[in-house]
């Protein structure tokens, strides 16, 4: 079964800060896509970083980078100098070549920013 | 162009009526997605399109019924719904698999309120 775990519901951080958002995910394929996703209030899905299972450099984005750890199937985001418009629901995802087009998520960490 | 326009952006309907949801993008993506998100909790994948053909159904009730009359348009139309579809309902398109640029991008979605 293709899972995608986030065991932190919700994370606070104050603005300027740096904080890590977990996730671990298991499939038995070895070839596959991982996302990470900012949902708002406003409501809209923004893809924030993706990372190519097969690439071991770590993807950074900006203030985002990611900690890939393949072996542990572990995929956390790191959101450096934290801003009051990073306050979001975040969703980890993934999809893998044999899986179809589908995106798997896990179940969200709403991260507030506090000033 | 990176965007996924849906509408209408708000839609309240009666269990009798007959209504449609319509996506467009115009990115050249050839996979597109409907997807259906309750308050707090990931959205939850409901058809997605390959090249214009319905190629994942996950179980979806007969009362939603998609349709994509080209490879920029999608469309969800509703009929006899109930109080429990209610709910935020997003489009998104993609590259279909075997693409590298995998990465789903979302349009803001429409709030469906069945009264």
């Known amino acids: 079964a293709q899972t995608v775990t986030q065991s932190q519901p919700e994370m606070s951080v104050q603005e300027a800060e740096t904080v890590t958002l977990s996730c671990t995910y298991d499939?038995?394929?070895?070839?596959?896509?991982l996302f990470w996703y900012k949902q708002p209030p406003s409501r809209q899905m923004i893809l924030v970083i993706r990372q190519e299972a097969y690439k071991q450099q770590n993807a950074t984005e900006n203030r985002f980078s990611v900690n890939f750890q393949k072996a542990a199937k572990s995929f956390s985001l790191k959101i450096s100098d934290s801003q009051l418009g990073d306050t979001a629901m975040y969703f980890c995802?993934?999809?893998?070549?044999?899986?179809?087009?589908?995106?798997?998520f896990g179940a969200g960490t709403i991260l507030r920013v506090k000033s | 162009d990176t965007e996924v326009t849906q509408t209408p952006k708000h839609l309240v309907m009666g269990m009798t009526n007959k209504k449609s949801l319509k996506c467009e993008q115009h990115?050249?993506?050839?996979?597109m997605y409907w997807y259906k998100q309750k308050a707090k909790k990931p959205p939850e994948l409901m058809f997605v399109?390959?090249?214009?053909?319905?190629?994942i159904n996950e179980s979806v009730p007969s009362r939603f019924s998609p349709e994509c009359p080209n490879s920029s348009l999608l469309n969800l139309h509703l009929h006899a719904l109930q109080p429990e579809d209610s709910a935020l309902y997003l489009c998104a398109s993609s590259q279909p698999r075997g693409v590298v640029d995998t990465e789903a991008f979302f349009g803001q979605g429409t709030r469906l309120t069945v009264v």
């Open positions: 990115m050249g993506h050839r996979a």
């Open positions: 499939t038995s394929e070895s070839n596959y896509y």
């Open positions: 995802a993934f999809t893998t070549m044999e899986y179809g087009n589908k995106l798997v």
């Open positions: 399109y390959s090249y214009e053909k319905l190629s």
